[in-house]
């Protein structure tokens, strides 16, 4: 089965700065999506930024970006510039497209950010 | 706008009750899922619909039951609440497994 894995609970970084958030994942899989995904306070879970596995070109979406390193089944989250407005719970998903196709989540890391 | 609701956002039962969470979509989704999110663990896959009347267990099926009669709506069923079911529950969908997945509010549910 797979399974994801954030190892880190709580981060924080001061507003500007940049974070990165730090994602595993096991699989015996080839081909896969990958997701991270935002909850803030009002719950409302937002996708911020999806990889395909078999693109070797890591994405970006504006200030977002991730570092994804399919050999070592990592996959990190980096966010610049932080904005106070970035303060949630971040998840790492991964949907397989293979069998059940199911999305499984990690942990949540929370991230907070400091004026 | 996709829109995924979840019937209530907070919910209160007896131990030993039936429990109906219900989620409807409105954007002719094929995929369903149910999640509980507690600290700590993250969400946790309860169960996923890829079609209607499909279903299949996710990680933590036990205690719990769903149906899809309909494309657009997933129920949870917690046969005999029991306070080890005390969670937030969220129901997300998706068109297909490349896309990205839309979620509900979310339902507080306390078992009591």
């Known amino acids: 089965a797979q399974t994801v894995t954030q190892s880190q609970p709580e981060m924080s970084v001061q507003e500007a700065e940049t974070v990165t958030l730090s994602c595993t994942y096991d699989?015996?899989?080839?081909?896969?999506?990958l997701f991270w995904y935002k909850q803030p306070p009002s719950r409302q879970m937002i996708l911020v930024i999806r990889q395909e596995a078999y693109k070797q070109q890591n994405a970006t979406e504006n200030r977002f970006s991730v570092n994804f390193q399919k050999a070592a089944k990592s996959f990190s989250l980096k966010i610049s510039d932080s904005q106070l407005g970035d303060a949630a719970m971040y998840f790492c998903?991964?949907?397989?497209?293979?069998?059940?196709?199911?999305?499984?989540f990690g942990q949540g890391t929370r991230l907070t950010i400091n004026p | 706008d996709v829109k995924v609701t979840q019937s209530s956002r907070y919910l209160v039962k007896r131990t030993g009750e039936k429990v109906f969470l219900e989620c409807v979509q409105d954007m002719d989704h094929e995929n369903m899922f149910w999640y509980r999110q507690d600290p700590g663990l993250g969400l946790r896959l309860i169960y996923f619909s890829y079609d209607v009347k499909m279903k299949e267990k996710g990680d933590i099926p036990e205690g719990y039951s769903v149906s899809r009669e309909k494309k657009e709506r997933f129920s949870l069923i917690l046969e005999s609440a029991s306070t080890n079911q005390t969670s937030m529950y969220l129901c997300?969908?998706?068109?297909?497994?490349?896309?990205?997945?839309?979620f509900g509010q979310g339902t507080r549910l306390t078992v009591v």
């Open positions: 997300a969908s998706s068109l297909r497994v490349d896309t990205e997945a839309f």
């Open positions: 998903a991964y949907r397989s497209v293979q069998g059940a196709q199911k999305l499984v």
């Open positions: 699989t015996s899989e080839s081909d896969y999506y």
